[in-house]
């Protein structure tokens, strides 16, 4: 656990009794803060009382008496319109902050030339492949990682933090464009300890101080709109990662969209761009299995987990994460070479005879599925659930590769009209659709995959998408397939 300073002896609200909300209270209350939490949900209450935490109906409360509202990410902070107890905090001039922003806090508490080092990730697609795959990088080059965030565990609840040795400079060392270190420097170079961070918009939006040492936007396309009040929100909350960059830092962001490039015009110098279009003005070009970053080329098409454009992407961030972080380039490639994969994304869970079935489960909106659609000539393609604006229409350039599909959950109809005339079927339910496509696969004698790719949120059926992911795995080997790996 990572102690809050800066609240000792004083009430901090706590609203949201999830992951985040417990983990910031039990946080606050190692560094000396009195939490008074409040849910909606009397289990949690109940939870948290048995805990020993003081529950408080935050309705009524005085609010004049707190010197902050930690909020829940899941909680609407601006849109559709603020959570109640946004309005009570600010009616009485109490700051309203979240999860990350304790974590920053905490960082801020030591000598400058002594902090951990952060590497933080947010994007609509492909963060969480890029947070495991760096902290797996970083772990792979013998540093002391820690990786959480929006994935995993959640950020104050990882280890305390560790001050850095005396030695060394206070940031990463940047000795040429790609980061390069001279190896013999890394050891007093490279940092003691490293923390990678997954942050959603969400969190975003509650942070103030946060200042990562790499900051990374992957990509961005329409999702969680209404959380936002529009597009321009949206981008807004994502920029908010690069607000308080340090001389030292290094700004990494996905160029493939106009949001994204915008952000690093915004940026200027202090930009390296990412691009898998060939982006002229980019500094890192990736596409499948290879990356040119400045003059450097990177081949890692014998990675087996790294399959297609969209993870040359995450590649390329981790890449050039590890080298700004000093990690040499041999080791950074061993790294990426041996990346066994995220599980609930593109993840292979078994096969059975000639079929082979992979579990994507992650992908919750249609961009993100058209990442493991494109990588596939044919497909016999499980989706559906909640599904979000749009749906799946502006995935029909893919249809064609679509041997068939079979739809699930409250978007089965939905999705059955844009498929059109791409074979499908409503199946309903996860094992109902599994069944079916493995038969449907299997009659054709060829080799075949079957893909659970949603395009679409997995509330409807489940509590989230790694219990819809484990459901797909479950349903698989069910039928006898075999466990694959890799």
């Given at each position: 656990?990572?102690?809050?300073?800066?609240?000792?002896?004083?009430?901090?609200?706590?609203?949201?009794?999830?992951?985040?909300?417990?983990?910031?209270?039990?946080?606050?209350?190692?560094?000396?803060?009195?939490?008074?939490?409040?849910?909606?949900?009397?289990?949690?209450?109940?939870?948290?009382?048995?805990?020993?935490?003081?529950?408080?109906?935050?309705?009524?409360?005085?609010?004049?008496?707190?010197?902050?509202?930690?909020?829940?990410?899941?909680?609407?902070?601006?849109?559709?319109?603020?959570?109640?107890?946004?309005?009570?905090?600010?009616?009485?001039?109490?700051?309203?902050?979240?999860?990350?922003?304790?974590?920053?806090?905490?960082?801020?508490?030591?000598?400058?030339?002594?902090?951990?080092?952060?590497?933080?990730?947010?994007?609509?697609?492909?963060?969480?492949?890029?947070?495991?795959?760096?902290?797996?990088?970083?772990?792979?080059?013998?540093?002391?990682?820690?990786?959480?965030?929006?994935?995993?565990?959640?950020?104050?609840?990882?280890?305390?933090?560790?001050?850095?040795?005396?030695?060394?400079?206070?940031?990463?060392?940047?000795?040429?464009?790609?980061?390069?270190?001279?190896?013999?420097?890394?050891?007093?170079?490279?940092?003691?300890?490293?923390?990678?961070?997954?942050?959603?918009?969400?969190?975003?939006?509650?942070?103030?101080?946060?200042?990562?040492?790499?900051?990374?936007?992957?990509?961005?396309?329409?999702?969680?709109?209404?959380?936002?009040?529009?597009?321009?929100?949206?981008?807004?909350?994502?920029?908010?990662?690069?607000?308080?960059?340090?001389?030292?830092?290094?700004?990494?962001?996905?160029?493939?969209?106009?949001?994204?490039?915008?952000?690093?015009?915004?940026?200027?110098?202090?930009?390296?761009?990412?691009?898998?279009?060939?982006?002229?003005?980019?500094?890192?070009?990736?596409?499948?299995?290879?990356?040119?970053?400045?003059?450097?080329?990177?081949?890692?098409?014998?990675?087996?987990?790294?399959?297609?454009?969209?993870?040359?992407?995450?590649?390329?961030?981790?890449?050039?994460?590890?080298?700004?972080?000093?990690?040499?380039?041999?080791?950074?490639?061993?790294?990426?070479?041996?990346?066994?994969?995220?599980?609930?994304?593109?993840?292979?869970?078994?096969?059975?005879?000639r079929v082979r079935f992979v579990n994507?489960?992650?992908?919750?909106?249609?961009?993100?599925?058209?990442?493991?659609?494109?990588?596939?000539?044919?497909?016999?393609?499980?989706?559906?659930?909640?599904?979000?604006?749009?749906?799946?229409?502006?995935?029909?350039?893919?249809?064609?590769?679509?041997?068939?599909?079979?739809?699930?959950?409250?978007?089965?109809?939905?999705?059955?009209?844009?498929?059109?005339?791409?074979?499908?079927?409503?199946?309903?339910d996860m094992e109902t659709a599994v069944?079916?496509?493995?038969?449907?696969?299997?009659?054709?004698?060829?080799?075949?995959?079957?893909?659970?790719?949603?395009?679409?949120?997995?509330?409807?059926?489940?509590?989230?998408?790694?219990?819809?992911?484990?459901?797909?795995?479950?349903?698989?080997?069910?039928?006898?397939?075999?466990?694959?790996?890799?």
């Open positions: 656990m990572i102690p809050v300073p800066g609240f000792q002896g004083r009430r901090v609200a706590v609203f949201g009794l999830g992951r985040s909300g417990i983990t910031a209270a039990r946080a606050l209350q190692a560094g000396g803060a009195q939490p008074v939490l409040w849910d909606d949900s009397v289990s949690s209450r109940m939870q948290a009382q048995a805990e020993g935490f003081a529950v408080q109906d935050l309705t009524a409360a005085d609010w004049s008496d707190f010197a902050a509202l930690v909020l829940s990410p899941g909680a609407p902070l601006t849109h559709p319109r603020p959570h109640w107890t946004v309005d009570k905090a600010r009616s009485a001039g109490v700051e309203v902050i979240g999860d990350i922003e304790l974590f920053a806090r905490a960082l801020s508490a030591l000598p400058q030339d002594r902090r951990p080092r952060v590497v933080a990730i947010t994007g609509t697609n492909g963060k969480s492949t890029t947070t495991a795959l760096i902290g797996w990088v970083l772990k792979q080059a013998g540093l002391t990682v820690h990786v959480g965030g929006n994935i995993g565990i959640g950020v104050l609840a990882l280890p305390a933090l560790t001050p850095r040795p005396e030695r060394g400079p206070p940031g990463p060392h940047v000795a040429d464009g790609a980061g390069a270190v001279p190896e013999a420097d890394l050891e007093v170079r490279a940092p003691h300890t490293i923390y990678v961070i997954e942050v959603s918009s969400y969190q975003l939006d509650l942070t103030t101080t946060f200042a990562p040492d790499v900051a990374i936007l992957t990509n961005i396309s329409p999702d969680h709109l209404d959380r936002h009040g529009g597009m321009e929100g949206y981008v807004a909350a994502k920029a908010r990662i690069f607000r308080n960059l340090k001389p030292w830092a290094t700004a990494l962001v996905g160029v493939d969209e106009a949001a994204g490039l915008g952000i690093a015009e915004t940026l200027g110098a202090r930009a390296r761009m990412v691009s898998t279009a060939d982006l002229p003005l980019a500094q890192i070009r990736a596409s499948a299995g290879r990356l040119s970053v400045d003059d450097e080329s990177v081949d890692f098409s014998a990675a087996r987990s790294l399959p297609g454009r969209h993870n040359a992407q995450n590649a390329a961030f981790a890449y050039a994460a590890a080298r700004a972080l000093g990690v040499d380039h041999a080791t950074a490639l061993k790294g990426l070479l041996s990346f066994p994969g995220l599980a609930h994304r593109m993840e292979p869970v078994g096969r059975l005879g994507d489960s992650k992908a919750t909106n249609a961009d993100a599925a058209r990442q493991a659609l494109s990588s596939y000539d044919r497909v016999f393609w499980i989706a559906g659930g909640r599904a979000k604006a749009g749906g799946i229409d502006d995935l029909s350039d893919l249809f064609p590769r679509v041997t068939e599909a079979f739809l699930i959950g409250e978007a089965a109809g939905p999705f059955a009209a844009a498929l059109g005339d791409t074979p499908h079927r409503i199946s309903g069944r079916a496509a493995a038969q449907a696969a299997a009659a054709t004698g060829r080799e075949e995959v079957v893909l659970l790719s949603p395009a679409a949120a997995s509330f409807d059926q489940y509590p989230d998408f790694e219990a819809r992911g484990e459901a797909f795995r479950a349903a698989v080997l069910a039928l006898g397939a075999r466990p694959e790996e890799g």
